[in-house]
């Protein structure tokens, strides 16, 4: 059973910085890119950003130069540094683990951690 669990969501300030955390636990072989999606209230899940296995990251246009991520590949763990919030930032953000493989043999799935959410107030 695979698990990804978030941490690091919160309340805070226009201005401020928040750090979240998605650890996947479980039987995992590998995992291929891991990211961050949020869904604001009304809203589809966009993505926020995505980090490969070899680091090659990618981010929507509206976080470039104020978050980033980061991953620890022997912890099965990504990280999304934010910086500079703004209330437009406030949604429910969502770990994802795409392509990971529970065996060498097993076949490629997508997991979704259960949401932390963020709300920068004015």
């Known amino acids: 059973q695979v698990r990804l669990v978030e941490s690091g969501g919160g309340l805070v300030q226009a201005g401020g910085s928040l750090r979240l955390s998605c650890a996947a636990s479980g039987s995992i072989f590998s995992i291929g890119a891991m990211g961050w999606y949020r869904q604001a209230p009304g809203k589809q899940r966009d993505l926020v950003a995505t980090i490969t296995s070899d680091g090659t990251s990618n981010y929507a246009d509206s976080v470039k130069a104020r978050f980033a991520i980061s991953r620890d590949n022997a912890k099965n763990t990504v990280y999304l540094q934010m910086n500079s919030l703004n209330p437009e930032d406030t949604a429910v953000y969502y770990c994802?683990?795409?392509?990971?493989?529970?065996?060498?043999?097993?076949?490629?799935?997508?997991?979704w951690g259960q949401g932390t959410q963020v709300t920068v107030s004015s």
């Open positions: 994802k683990a795409a392509g990971l493989r529970i065996g060498p043999m097993s076949i490629y799935r997508d997991y």
